[in-house]
């Protein structure tokens, strides 16, 4: 609570500005400007980090959106601590629906990339150097957030629905859930996991965005524990598998006094075998061996 009124979240829009279906999310009116119930925040910024918890656990993504300039900076920042994609520029429409074509621009993003690394460009005119580098940065300004992103997220998280109406209306029709900071002036409805709050002051977005990022993170480290574990239980399960690290019978510590017993036997055998058959030797007389 005392982090969510530093922060300035309880601080709607202007009455005048209001959208009446967030009405149960506003807690008064104080200057002509709503206030929001920041109980009802608290209670929404758990459901919306349980489900963000669970979905990157079951092995989804996340995709973090904010275009406005107040979130780009702090979109970015969070969704890389986090490992996550993110879109903080310009949302192209169809981003979801038509993510076939989007995987094609992608691809050309990574081939310009390739081919200012391994010196195609020194073999070019400098105006098709300048027409590629072009090219390369604007792909990498709309797109190089979702660069390594293979396939739709699991979950989208979205600052300002208003703004962002292209990208919940495209994630509305693919199924996929919205975790969304919804302030005063916005439409609450059709979005999965709504939390009420500022979506203008730059501390407010952060906060958001960093607490969204913690439930990616701690949910990675479930998951890494959870791979540690049965490696602890098959560790357990060959025990009586022959492996490079176990001890094999060649190498195990051998008693010297009694190898040394052991094997003095057989070498006082073998000499005495030898007198025998030394003796058992015919001798030819005619021989006479001089000094």
Same mark, same amino acid.
């Given at each position: ?11 709607? %829009? ?11 999310? @506003? ?5 002509? @400007? %709503? ?21 990157? =656990? ?110 919940? #209306? ?9 975790? #969304? ?37 701690? =949910? ?52 005495? #075998? ?18």
């Amino acid at each position: 609570m005392k982090s969510l009124l530093e922060s300035g979240v309880h601080f709607g %829009h202007q009455v005048k500005r209001w959208d009446p279906r967030m009405k149960k999310y @506003i807690f008064a009116e104080r200057n002509g @400007i %709503h206030i929001i119930d920041l109980q009802k925040t608290i209670q929404a910024i758990k459901d919306a980090y349980e489900a963000v918890r669970r979905n990157v =656990a079951s092995g989804k993504t996340v995709l973090f959106v904010g275009t406005k300039k107040q979130a780009q900076q702090t979109i970015q920042k969070e969704a890389e601590r986090c490992g996550m994609f993110y879109v903080n520029n310009r949302w192209l429409g169809g981003m979801l629906t038509n993510f076939v074509t989007i995987k094609k621009s992608l691809l050309r993003l990574k081939k310009l990339e390739k081919m200012e690394i391994d010196g195609t460009f020194e073999n070019l005119t400098k105006k098709e150097i300048a027409s590629l580098g072009k090219e390369r940065t604007k792909l990498q300004k709309n797109l190089g957030g979702i660069k390594e992103m293979k396939d739709p997220p699991g979950i989208l998280f979205v600052i300002d629905t208003r703004k962002e109406a292209i990208a919940v #209306a495209e994630a509305q029709r693919m199924g996929i859930p919205i975790v #969304a900071v919804v302030d005063t002036n916005c439409n609450p409805e059709g979005i999965d996991y709504p939390v009420p709050g500022n979506d203008d002051a730059i501390r407010a977005i952060t906060l958001f965005t960093q607490i969204v990022a913690n439930a990616v993170v701690e =949910a990675d480290n479930e998951v890494g524990l959870k791979i540690i574990e049965t490696l602890g239980d098959e560790d357990e399960n060959m025990e009586g598998v022959m492996t490079d690290v176990s001890v094999k019978e060649e190498d195990r510590e051998i008693d010297i006094e009694s190898y040394s017993s052991e094997t003095a036997a057989p070498e006082n055998k073998t000499a005495e #075998a030898d007198t025998e058959e030394d003796e058992q030797l015919p001798v030819d007389v005619d021989k006479v061996y001089e000094e």
